[in-house]
């Protein structure tokens, strides 16, 4: 699910993310913090909700390869939805290990995806481009922020799902190319990109509130570290590489 400059931008979030060694849960394996109901029930939450986001963003890289213009694009993009799929695999399979029902888990989470996929359906090659670039590697920061108060064993795996499939950099060339050979394009997809950002942080505020195991992970109650004011500067570090990526696109704010 990991795009482009998440190299360089994964290196600043953890610059401005707590950096102390991890305590209790964070320090724990998946055995032991697995003890505490309400931890597990967060964990069930957070892997289901991953796991159809990876499905739902295989699915929307085969979409989107209708789209392509080239052979070589089409190519690419089947390549990237084979990534994207495998990493579904690797969550279902995990969840599978602890006893959790992998659909059960991901039902919660597929009416919020679909929705937020319905509302923000691209009109063209671009527009998909910016929206795979813009919605994923929001949601890899956000999940890359609670996976350092994760137990060890999950914060390996979620970090691992995150791994780049190459979508990031494919993206920036072409949309960077498609500005140049015509400027016109680049306030269009700004606006999109804007749209797009509102959409995904309204969507994930949803999907917290209307689970009780994960917003009391994030607000302090399971998993060490967060507090209301930490969430808030989470979400600030979120916001900071959003514009740093529409930098790279080349693209306004």
């Keep these: ?28 394996d998946w055995a032991a913090a697995s003890a505490a109901p309400q931890y597990r029930a967060a964990v069930v939450d957070l892997l289901g909700a991953l796991a159809y986001g990876e499905l739902a963003a295989f699915e929307r890289l085969a979409e989107d390869a209708k789209l392509a213009p080239t052979l070589g694009d089409k190519a690419e993009l089947a390549k990237m939805a084979s990534a994207e799929f495998h990493h579904f695999e690797r969550l279902r399979d995990r969840l599978t290990a602890i006893d959790a029902e992998p659909t059960a888990a991901m039902e919660p989470f597929a009416r919020p995806l679909d929705d937020f996929h319905r509302q923000t359906a691209p009109s063209d090659w671009l527009e998909g481009l910016v929206k795979a670039y813009v919605g994923d590697s929001i949601a890899s920061d956000f999940y890359r922020e609670v996976a350092a108060r994760l137990d060890t064993d999950t914060r390996a795996l979620v970090l691992a799902v995150l791994d780049d499939t190459g979508h990031g950099n494919f993206a920036v060339e072409k949309v960077r190319a498609a500005i140049e050979a015509d400027p016109r394009v680049g306030g269009r997809l700004a606006l999109w990109a804007r749209r797009l950002m509102g959409e995904a942080l309204s969507q994930a505020q949803r999907v917290v509130a209307e689970r009780d195991a994960l917003s009391t992970m994030l607000v302090g109650g ?17 916001t900071k590489a959003h514009t740093k990526r529409m930098a790279a696109l080349g693209l306004a704010a």
């Design 1 to 28: 699910m990991e795009t482009p400059d998440n190299a360089a931008e994964s290196a600043e979030l953890t610059e401005t993310a707590p950096t102390d060694e991890p305590t209790g849960i964070a320090a724990q």
């Design 222 to 238: 399971v998993a060490d570290g967060f507090d209301l004011a930490a969430v808030g500067e989470m979400f600030t570090r979120i």
